[in-house]
């Protein structure tokens, strides 16, 4: 099946700094793919949807300027958390579409961020 | 969207059938019944999809009753590594943002 990774797969910063986590889809082009957030013991909450090309659309509630997106190729999507907070430390997650069809969503293995 | 409701967490011991219930009274026509599996620290992956009737596939079955409100997973002789978060998703056919609930955590212990 499809591959989505993450780098790194897992962060330890200190609070104030940025962080940038990458989310690649290794053998498939990704037109959409979406950032996800899962403190522990919670299930996943989507952040942002993104689209190769285009500003990213963001779930309500999502500060859409502490959390850049930038989708600029179909197979590269980065999240940056900005001025990272300890209540930012968090397991984000991404996907990636391969087609129009809703279960053709792929996940990467995610991203531990720890802040300090 | 419609709404899924699943419990919390489950027991069960190696080799034996576990059924995993989903109910989601408010599914709309267009909706297909999904399920993903997550391992700790993990993301999530797709198990099965299912309409209506029976899905199998190699991994689990998918049972959908003819009016649509519940769907039931069933995962065949389970093992130690199948200790996981399962989440019954209701999603609207073409529409990709996935919405996901609290998810049944399962504990397969020997």
């Known amino acids: 099946g499809a591959v989505v990774s993450q780098h790194p797969s897992r962060v330890i910063c200190k609070s104030g700094t940025s962080v940038k986590i990458e989310c690649r889809s290794l053998?498939?082009?990704?037109?959409?793919m979406f950032w996800y957030r899962q403190f522990p013991k919670k299930s996943l909450m989507l952040m942002a949807t993104?689209?190769?090309?285009?500003?990213?659309?963001?779930e309500q509630g999502v500060e859409k300027d502490k959390f850049l997106i930038n989708h600029a190729s179909l197979t590269l999507s980065t999240l940056t958390v900005t001025s990272a907070h300890p209540e930012d430390s968090s397991f984000y997650i991404c996907?990636?579409?391969?087609?129009?069809?809703?279960?053709?969503?792929?996940f990467g293995p995610g991203t531990r961020l720890t802040v300090l | 969207l419609a709404k899924t409701t699943q419990p919390i967490s489950m027991d069960s011991y190696e080799g034996q059938e576990v059924n995993i219930t989903c109910s989601h009274n408010?599914?709309?026509?267009?909706?297909?019944i999904t399920w993903y599996q997550q391992f700790p620290s993990q993301g999530p992956r797709f198990i099965i999809q299912?309409?209506?009737t029976k899905v199998t596939n190699e991994v689990a079955s998918l049972f959908i009753p003819a009016d649509r409100k519940s769907s039931t997973l069933s995962l065949p002789r389970v093992s130690l590594s199948d200790t996981a978060v399962y989440y019954c998703?209701?999603?609207?056919?073409?529409?990709?943002?996935?919405?996901f609930g609290k998810g049944t955590m399962l504990l397969v212990s020997p």
């Open positions: 998703l209701v999603v609207l056919s073409g529409y990709s943002t996935l919405t």
């Open positions: 408010n599914i709309a026509t267009n909706d297909y």
């Open positions: 053998d498939f082009q990704a037109t959409t």
């Open positions: 299912g309409y209506k």
């Open positions: 993104s689209n190769e090309g285009s500003k990213a659309t963001y």
């Open positions: 996907s990636a579409r391969v087609g129009l069809d809703y279960n053709e969503q792929f």
